[in-house]
């Protein structure tokens, strides 16, 4: 069996070595350089994860006979082909023919059959084939004289979400002479093109990347793909992406400040407490929303007068004389907060944030301190250090931290400073203290994911993205960790548009050369993906004489062998045009996640499965060693019917499919 790296078709070796411009595209043709590239016209489509891109060539030939269009192109390592069409004159009017994804080596010879002389009535193709991973060979013919000719092709290009935005990397595009121009849309939100707001025709040239900007749904929004292609393979993808904002500061909400008055804590801990305070407090600017500062030593201190406004408590934070003292009852002081935080109307939240340094007699513990925490409220312990600069950091490991976390909050270790330099940085730095802004404790679960490299702590905007291949069908990934300390997790199941989406750009990944020629035919099929196994030919109905057909063997064109690029003599071996569909791959991949269900292990099964265009009609299941009075093939028959089938069987009028599993 053949890797990704060997064809299994051979090429018409060129008599000029002409080899695919460095850059971007080239364009040749086959018997006279009448012919000539006039427009290149492309629409970039955003949709999150990938990018559609239609693009629309134009030649015009001023020569006097009919000619061939060659043209090599280069669309990016990552870019795969997943549709052709070619424009042709009916009754007068232009009409658009869709090219059929066939075998690569059936695609071939048609086309040379095709645009023939004599013998075969005259059809007008073009074939999109493979060349290389990151290189297209696009054959028109024929080119008639003095007129123009149109083909299009659709290519996909993933895109990876980076800092809150989906980001596309624009290939290379256009040949010397032809520049390409198009539009840039998103299918949601907005986009920027190299970092500014550009829209109309572009020169897409000259463009480097575009980044389109759409808050995923929730907190974290994701795709699973998940393609059986073989026995004990699967091609599986996912993408997770948090949201550029995880959460709100709360518009409504009564927030107690405490500070630690204590010798331990000491003046200069104090005004650091001041000053992050402040910074916190600072992100409180919602349409109900009072705040109460306490002080505490051995017993609570009012800083301010019970609950304020947020610009009256920052006064008394700024003028308020905290002197240290003896004692550091915090739960004392918790119980102070609760007080306050009781007359509390129900429709506010409730949230508490403590700056200490922890430091309290034997007895006062975590457990005693826990057990004075007020009902109801998030609260937080900021381990306070006499440092310059601002920082926050969370610990979970200490004996301490089980404290907030009883309330959903956090103990975090901070520091920060306490100069007007330092304000811009302690108010970015403390607005955790106001709302969660990244998910820590970050895990993966799902079948065939071990060795899945996950980071500790994703914040917003942050995405992870794997694809690989795997021994089993995977029907599940869930993320998940904690946002302070409340757990959140987010399942994706699988989706057969992003299936089919990573089934064609695995043609684009690393992943290729882990796949035999065997393989890559169902996977090709189901992304409807040009690949070294497969090829486009769009035929439209043919308008030229027989003679006008392509001449194979011997020196054609003025510089060039057979075909111009060797591009045209590809195919050895049978074809036909015929429905090349794999129904049986598609039913299997939709069928073998309920073998599991049905604790189908090593039983053979056969199923039957008749249907009319994409509609089951008729199943049968059987199993062979079945000792469970047929209630494995009972399980598995209600699961055969229960499957939608895709749109490929849309068009099979009447069809009966039969797997062996």
Same mark, same amino acid.
């Given at each position: 069996?053949?890797?990704?790296?060997?064809?299994?078709?051979?090429?018409?070796?060129?008599?000029?070595?002409?080899?695919?411009?460095?850059?971007?595209?080239?364009?040749?043709?086959?018997?006279?350089?009448?012919?000539?590239?006039?427009?290149?016209?492309?629409?970039?489509?955003?949709?999150?994860?990938?990018?559609?891109?239609?693009?629309?060539?134009?030649?015009?030939?001023?020569? /006097?006979?009919?000619?061939?269009?060659?043209? &090599?192109?280069?669309?990016?390592?990552?870019?795969?082909?997943?549709?052709?069409?070619?424009?042709?004159?009916?009754?007068?009017?232009?009409?658009?023919?869709?090219?059929?994804?066939?075998?690569?080596?059936?695609?071939?010879?048609?086309?040379?059959?095709?645009?023939?002389?004599?013998?075969?009535?005259?059809?007008?193709?073009?074939?999109?084939?493979?060349?290389?991973?990151?290189?297209?060979?696009?054959?028109?013919?024929?080119?008639?004289?003095?007129?123009?000719?149109?083909?299009?092709?659709?290519?996909?290009?993933?895109?990876?979400?980076?800092?809150?935005?989906?980001?596309?990397?624009?290939?290379?595009?256009?040949?010397?002479?032809?520049?390409?121009?198009?539009?840039?849309?998103?299918?949601?939100?907005?986009?920027?093109?190299?970092?500014?707001?550009?829209?109309?025709?572009?020169?897409?040239?000259?463009?480097?990347?575009?980044?389109?900007?759409?808050?995923?749904?929730?907190?974290?929004?994701?795709?699973?793909?998940?393609?059986?292609?073989?026995?004990?393979?699967?091609?599986?993808?996912?993408?997770?992406?948090?949201?550029?904002?995880?959460?709100?500061?709360?518009?409504?909400?009564?927030?107690?400040?405490?500070?630690?008055?204590?010798?331990?804590?000491?003046?200069?801990?104090?005004?650091?407490?001041?000053?992050?305070?402040?910074?916190?407090?600072?992100?409180?600017?919602?349409?109900?929303?009072?705040?109460?500062?306490?002080?505490?030593?051995?017993?609570?201190?009012?800083?301010?007068?019970?609950?304020?406004?947020?610009?009256?408590?920052?006064?008394?934070?700024?003028?308020?004389?905290?002197?240290?003292?003896?004692?550091?009852?915090?739960?004392?002081?918790?119980?102070?907060?609760?007080?306050?935080?009781?007359?509390?109307?129900?429709?506010?939240?409730?949230?508490?944030?403590?700056?200490?340094?922890?430091?309290?007699?034997?007895?006062?513990?975590?457990?005693?301190?826990?057990?004075?925490?007020?009902?109801?409220?998030?609260?937080?312990?900021?381990?306070?250090?006499?440092?310059?600069?601002?920082?926050?950091?969370?610990?979970?490991? /200490?004996?301490?931290?089980?404290?907030?976390?009883?309330?959903?909050?956090?103990?975090?270790?901070?520091?920060?400073?306490?100069?007007?330099?330092?304000?811009?940085?302690?108010?970015?730095?403390?607005?955790?203290?106001?709302?969660?802004?990244?998910?820590?404790?970050?895990?993966?679960?799902?079948?065939?994911?071990?060795?899945?490299?996950?980071?500790?702590?994703?914040?917003?905007?942050?995405?992870?993205?794997?694809?690989?291949?795997?021994?089993?069908?995977?029907?599940?990934?869930?993320?998940?960790?904690?946002?302070?300390?409340?757990?959140?997790?987010?399942?994706?199941?699988?989706?057969?548009?992003?299936?089919?989406?990573?089934?064609?750009?695995?043609?684009?990944?690393?992943?290729?050369?882990?796949?035999?020629?065997?393989?890559?035919?169902?996977?090709?099929?189901?992304?409807?993906?040009?690949?070294?196994?497969?090829?486009?030919?769009?035929?439209?109905?043919?308008?030229?004489?027989?003679?006008?057909?392509?001449?194979?063997?011997?020196?054609?064109?003025?510089?060039?062998?057979?075909?111009?690029?060797?591009?045209?003599?590809?195919?050895?071996?049978?074809?036909?045009?015929?429905?090349?569909?794999? &129904?049986?791959?598609?039913?299997?991949?939709?069928?073998?996640?309920?073998?599991?269900?049905?604790?189908?292990?090593?039983?053979?099964?056969?199923?039957?499965?008749?249907?009319? &265009?994409?509609?089951?009609?008729?199943?049968?299941?059987?199993?062979?060693?079945?000792?469970?009075?047929?209630?494995?093939?009972?399980?598995?028959?209600?699961?055969?019917?229960?499957?939608?089938?895709?749109?490929?069987?849309?068009?099979?009028?009447?069809?009966?499919?039969?797997?062996?599993?």
């Amino acid at each position: 069996m053949r890797r990704a790296g060997v064809a299994s078709f051979t090429l018409v070796a060129l008599s000029v070595g002409i080899g695919p411009a460095a850059q971007a595209d080239d364009f040749h043709w086959s018997r006279s350089e009448a012919l000539v590239e006039k427009g290149h016209d492309v629409t970039v489509t955003l949709k999150r994860d990938h990018a559609e891109v239609r693009v629309v060539r134009t030649v015009h030939n001023g020569g /006097d006979r009919a000619d061939q269009a060659l043209f &090599y192109i280069t669309p990016g390592m990552e870019a795969v082909a997943v549709g052709l069409r070619t424009m042709a004159m009916v009754d007068g009017k232009p009409q658009w023919f869709t090219g059929e994804l066939m075998e690569a080596e059936a695609a071939a010879q048609k086309y040379r059959e095709l645009t023939g002389i004599g013998g075969y009535y005259p059809k007008d193709p073009a074939l999109l084939s493979w060349r290389s991973q990151g290189t297209l060979a696009l054959q028109v013919f024929p080119c008639l004289a003095k007129e123009d000719k149109v083909v299009e092709y659709t290519l996909v290009m993933p895109m990876h979400y980076e800092a809150g935005r989906y980001k596309l990397v624009m290939p290379p595009m256009g040949t010397d002479k032809v520049v390409p121009r198009g539009t840039i849309v998103a299918d949601q939100g907005t986009f920027l093109v190299d970092g500014a707001d550009k829209s109309g025709k572009l020169d897409l040239s000259a463009i480097e990347s575009v980044e389109q900007i759409v808050e995923p749904p929730g907190k974290v929004a994701g795709d699973l793909a998940v393609v059986p292609f073989a026995k004990e393979r699967a091609l599986l993808g996912y993408h997770f992406d948090v949201a550029p904002k995880l959460s709100t500061v709360p518009d409504k909400a009564r927030v107690v400040v405490v500070i630690d008055g204590s010798h331990s804590f000491g003046e200069k801990r104090i005004e650091g407490a001041r000053a992050a305070a402040k910074a916190y407090l600072s992100h409180f600017d919602g349409s109900d929303v009072e705040a109460a500062v306490i002080a505490y030593s051995r017993a609570p201190q009012a800083v301010t007068p019970g609950f304020v406004s947020v610009a009256d408590a920052t006064k008394a934070l700024e003028s308020a004389t905290i002197t240290p003292k003896n004692g550091s009852e915090m739960a004392l002081a918790l119980e102070r907060a609760g007080e306050l935080l009781a007359s509390a109307p129900s429709s506010v939240e409730r949230r508490v944030v403590v700056f200490s340094d922890l430091e309290t007699r034997a007895e006062l513990d975590p457990a005693r301190v826990r057990a004075a925490l007020p009902r109801g409220a998030i609260v937080h312990l900021a381990d306070l250090d006499a440092v310059a600069g601002a920082y926050l950091e969370r610990d979970d490991d /200490d004996e301490w931290a089980k404290v907030p976390r009883s309330t959903g909050g956090v103990l975090f270790r901070v520091a920060s400073g306490s100069s007007r330099e330092e304000e811009g940085t302690r108010k970015q730095v403390f607005e955790e203290l106001a709302r969660p802004m990244r998910l820590d404790h970050v895990k993966l679960g799902g079948a065939g994911l071990d060795g899945a490299d996950v980071p500790e702590t994703l914040s917003e905007g942050d995405g992870i993205e794997d694809h690989r291949l795997v021994k089993r069908y995977v029907s599940f990934v869930t993320l998940s960790g904690e946002l302070w300390s409340t757990h959140f997790e987010k399942t994706l199941e699988p989706s057969e548009s992003y299936g089919r989406t990573r089934a064609a750009l695995v043609f684009g990944s690393e992943l290729l050369g882990d796949l035999t020629e065997e393989e890559m035919m169902p996977l090709a099929l189901f992304g409807k993906a040009v690949s070294p196994v497969t090829s486009y030919l769009a035929i439209e109905p043919g308008v030229r004489p027989s003679t006008e057909g392509l001449e194979w063997g011997g020196e054609v064109g003025s510089a060039f062998g057979a075909g111009g690029l060797g591009l045209t003599g590809i195919g050895e071996g049978g074809g036909g045009s015929g429905d090349m569909t794999d &129904y049986a791959s598609l039913l299997k991949a939709l069928v073998t996640p309920g073998l599991r269900t049905c604790n189908i292990a090593k039983e053979r099964v056969s199923v039957s499965a008749e249907s009319t &265009y994409n509609e089951i009609v008729a199943v049968d299941v059987t199993v062979a060693d079945d000792d469970s009075k047929h209630s494995k093939a009972n399980c598995v028959t209600e699961h055969v019917w229960g499957v939608r089938l895709p749109a490929e069987f849309a068009d099979a009028e009447h069809l009966t499919t039969k797997l062996a599993l």
